[in-house]
């Protein structure tokens, strides 16, 4: 799957996650239904916010959910999942967008796509997926004409595009093909006055899609000696960081003028995580317990760029040391001599202190699971394995039963638990509630 937007479940928290999983998943069934099962390939993480801005402006309509049965990339677990009009415009852009990254791999002759009959067979399949999506699209009344002519215009724009040219002339086509798409929801949703202001979030999407990828690319591409925007006309990082930022503020800006009826998911999608994408791209972090982690401070430091705390308070935990228990001279402190009743004697209640964090009791940590035999927990690795939870789920460990990350999971928020909970790395001035 590819995309710009790929959040974390950790910050999206159990609402958004399973919403975006029903999209997703939606996506992914509504490609199978029409287009066949190889049509799957296609499904990607941008591509379903089509079906996410269909069903902010609608509403969960009754109906608009289905039961799916068990998937490997759900752990074997069935799940509610999206469909209807919104889901089969996603899968008609999506096939789209796939046929147009296919093109221009082949056109940049990647890996195995430079090998004349690899690349005719290539070709073959990128037109049978336009032809897919607007057999789609024109049943819903959109028109994936506009999508095919961006991509078809976009090479002739590359091949002109020099040194002093705007890098906004290289990403007009992407712009333009993604305004159409997210200008179409709102027919879709009965709500034809949010058709410019998703139009423009659109125009902004593109925008930002194109120049992320151009910026991740970038370095592989000289190393490969392919055509690269911003190397092509010269644009900068700190260039393309203003265009992503400005791109930004206008998606927040449009989404604001448009009428939702849940815009919760749609909202944490466009604003909070595309912001997440730009970070990833450009190698910064905008939560503040990221670029604290990140600066090797650890949470209880002062924020990079402030000055140094004032005599008398500690280093390690930013506090007086009185109450800092790492600070050198702390009863406390780990590794202080024992004395009866004296330094190094633990605070009442326990390790925790009154009430908290002991082995045992009110507050006490939870019981273990026990272990699991050698043969048992070989016949549930195997289990794992062929279902594909250990790379797609987070899942319990074979023979520990502890809680394991999935293998692919790339997981970049910071470690707080909930990147959203108690910072105020997410506060965008709005009322969604995240």
């Given amino acids: 799957m590819f995309g710009i937007v790929r959040p974390c479940a950790h910050r999206l928290g159990e609402r958004f996650k399973a919403e975006w999983m029903a999209h997703l998943c939606g996506l992914c069934l509504a490609l199978r239904g029409d287009h066949g099962q190889f049509a799957r390939v296609v499904t990607n993480y941008d591509g379903l916010l089509v079906s996410v801005l269909t069903e902010a402006q609608s509403g969960p309509l009754p109906g608009a959910r289905r039961t799916a049965g068990p998937c490997p990339l759900r752990g074997m677990r069935s799940a509610a999942v999206a469909k209807g009009e919104g889901a089969r415009l996603a899968a008609a852009v999506s096939l789209v967008l796939a046929s147009a990254k296919v093109r221009d791999h082949v056109a940049d002759r990647d890996g195995l796509l430079a090998r004349a009959p690899i690349a005719r067979a290539a070709r073959?399949?990128?037109?049978?997926?336009d032809r897919a999506g607007a057999r789609t699209g024109a049943s819903l009344g959109f028109d994936t004409a506009v999508l095919v002519d961006a991509v078809d215009r976009q090479a002739g724009i590359e091949t002109l595009a020099g040194a002093g040219t705007s890098v906004l002339v290289v990403t007009e086509p992407t712009e333009t093909a993604t305004a159409a798409a997210f200008a179409h929801t709102s027919v879709l949703a009965g709500r034809p006055g949010n058709a410019a202001p998703l139009a423009e979030a659109g125009r902004y999407f593109g925008r930002l899609?194109?120049?992320?990828?151009?910026?991740?690319?970038q370095a592989a591409d000289a190393a490969a000696g392919a055509w690269n925007p911003l190397t092509a006309t010269g644009t900068s990082l700190v260039e393309a960081r203003r265009l992503c930022e400005d791109a930004l503020h206008g998606i927040r800006l449009a989404l604001r003028e448009a009428e939702f009826v849940d815009a919760g998911l749609a909202h944490r999608l466009l604003v909070h995580e595309l912001r997440t994408s730009v970070d990833r791209a450009f190698g910064t972090a905008s939560c503040g317990h990221t670029a604290t982690a990140s600066a090797g401070q650890g949470h209880g430091a002062p924020p990079q760029g402030y000055p140094a705390p004032p005599q008398g308070y500690g280093a390690a935990g930013y506090g007086p040391v009185a109450g800092n228990p790492y600070a050198p001279g702390n009863p406390y402190a780990p590794g202080a001599p024992a004395q009866p009743g004296g330094p190094g004697t633990p605070p009442p209640g326990g390790p925790g202190g009154p009430g908290g964090g002991g082995g045992g009791g009110f507050g006490g940590l939870p019981p273990q699971k026990p272990r699991r035999g050698l043969l048992a927990g070989c016949a549930v690795s195997i289990g794992l394995f062929c279902t594909c939870q250990l790379c797609c789920t987070d899942h319990?460990?074979?023979?520990?039963?502890?809680?394991?990350?999935?293998?692919c999971d790339d997981c970049d928020c910071c470690d707080c638990g909930d990147c959203c909970d108690g910072c105020d790395c997410c506060d965008c001035g709005c009322d969604c509630g995240c």
Avoid: F, I, N, Y
């Avoid at 073959?124 to 997926?129: D, E, L, Y």
């Avoid at 319990?396 to 293998?407: C, I, L, Y």
């Fill in 124 to 129: 073959t399949v990128a037109r049978g997926w």
């Fill in 209 to 217: 899609a194109h120049l992320l990828d151009a910026v991740e690319d």
């Fill in 396 to 407: 319990e460990g074979p023979w520990s039963r502890q809680k394991r990350d999935a293998w």
